[in-house]
């Protein structure tokens, strides 16, 4: 794993390849019960916005494509374009009617082409360099009065907290991973400001903090997460092999009196020509569970 040392800045390595190897035994395991902690708030937003019959989609950085799949299924979209670097995922599950693969890569200028009424992204800029390029990339594929919806994580544990299994446990990972593959949640609460700087209009965001349970799907996708970036946690000197497994094992007893990472969702509408009256720009911070 080439990871640089903490405090060397963000890393050079790439999500997929020195950490969440696709091909690495069970990376489709973790990534649908990510989906299973997310995927109701994200279609629930979607659905609110008016994402429905007559709208073709583009879904980037789609997984194993369970967004894809109920924006087709549920919403009654026209037509999904599901875009990752790598598609096994996708591409091994059943076709769905109106669903296309592409497999590109997101920084390459030009990998998508088309205008969409839906863009969207989840938990994929955060992982990028190049984010703020790529999201004025995205701006550019949505169509005159489409949307580009953007969800990311945002890191609610506080260097000020009194230290606890579960949030050292989380510092190393937001610290192993920008050291590592350069993620970095701390400029994702600046959506709102990013989105209107693309030309975006009617533009707000919102925070969805989903529980903690026992056993629960996201618990387990922390677990895993952890185990499968355990190098570079370990990297870091914030944690070692025997406070990582305590911290595993707080998840599943139910003593975990924390909030998990948050998932901020922002989106905006492209002007579509008319004389039409700016919404709002508000942004609703709300927390559940």
Do not use: N
Request: hydrophobic share 40%.
């Amino acid at each position: 794993m080439s990871a640089a040392a903490p405090g060397d800045g963000p890393g050079v390595g790439r999500y997929g390849e020195d950490v969440f190897r696709p091909e690495q035994a069970g990376e489709d395991e973790r990534i649908d019960l990510g989906a299973l902690a997310y995927d109701d708030i994200t279609m629930a937003r979607l659905r609110a916005l008016g994402v429905g019959p007559g709208w073709r989609c583009l879904d980037v950085g789609a997984g194993t494509g369970t967004v894809s799949r109920r924006l087709l299924e549920e919403a009654g979209v026209t037509s999904v374009l599901a875009v990752d670097r790598d598609t096994r995922f996708l591409r091994a599950r059943p076709p769905v009617p109106g669903l296309d693969v592409l497999e590109a890569d997101l920084t390459a200028p030009g990998s998508v082409r088309g205008r969409f009424s839906l863009v969207h992204a989840r938990f994929v800029l955060m992982h990028l360099a190049e984010r703020e390029r790529v999201l004025s990339s995205l701006a550019a594929l949505v169509a005159p009065g489409g949307l580009l919806v953007l969800s990311d994580a945002v890191d609610l544990t506080s260097d000020l907290s009194p230290g606890t299994p579960y949030g050292d446990a989380m510092r190393a990972m937001w610290q192993g991973l920008r050291a590592t593959i350069g993620t970095d949640v701390s400029w994702v609460p600046s959506y709102p400001r990013l989105l209107r700087a693309a030309g975006l209009r009617s533009v707000a965001a919102e925070i969805h903090v989903p529980p903690l349970l026992p056993g629960g799907p996201l618990s387990r996708f922390w677990a895993d997460t952890w185990e499968r970036s355990r190098e570079a946690m370990l990297a870091t000197g914030l944690v070692d092999d025997a406070s990582l497994d305590t911290a595993v094992r707080c998840l599943d007893s139910g003593d975990c009196a924390a909030l998990s990472a948050g998932m901020l969702t922002a989106w905006g509408r492209k002007p579509d020509g008319t004389d039409e009256t700016d919404q709002t720009d508000a942004t609703d911070a709300t927390s559940e569970g």
